[in-house]
């Protein structure tokens, strides 16, 4: 069974910047495209980010574009979310999830398999 931990979330500043980690156990990181998403207080699940098993091909909201950043080290089984700028639209629950096509980079939250709990981003102004 797959499972997946996010971790790196907090509370920060208007402006600052946050890293969000994801690891997973249980199965191999490069069969697997992931992505991240946000959930807000009474709000729909959002898409953030995703990228394929190789790390060439990314997507990302429009909301985040040029403000976040996704990664990936196979090696480490571990995904990443470098978000920069954040702005307090952007407080949310976010979560890891992994797709079981390696090119899975799915805007559409059921397309993914396996889901973290997440980890919570509260951004004060």
């Known amino acids: 069974q797959v499972q997946l931990v996010e971790s790196g979330g907090g509370l920060v500043q208007a402006g600052g910047s946050l890293r969000l980690s994801c690891v997973v156990s249980?199965?191999?990181?490069?069969?697997?495209?992931l992505g991240w998403f946000r959930q807000a207080p009474g709000a729909e699940r959002e898409f953030v980010a995703a990228?394929?098993?190789?790390?060439?091909?990314?997507k990302y909201s429009d909301s985040v574009k040029g403000r976040f950043t996704i990664s990936r080290d196979n090696e480490k089984n571990t995904a990443y979310l470098q978000m920069n700028s954040l702005d307090p639209e952007d407080t949310a629950v976010y979560l890891c999830a992994a797709h079981r096509h390696p090119y899975g980079t799915s805007r559409a939250s059921r397309e993914y398999d396996f889901w973290g709990q997440g980890t919570q981003v509260t951004v004060s102004s």
């Open positions: 990228i394929a098993w190789s790390g060439t091909m990314t």
């Open positions: 249980g199965g191999t990181l490069s069969s697997y495209a």
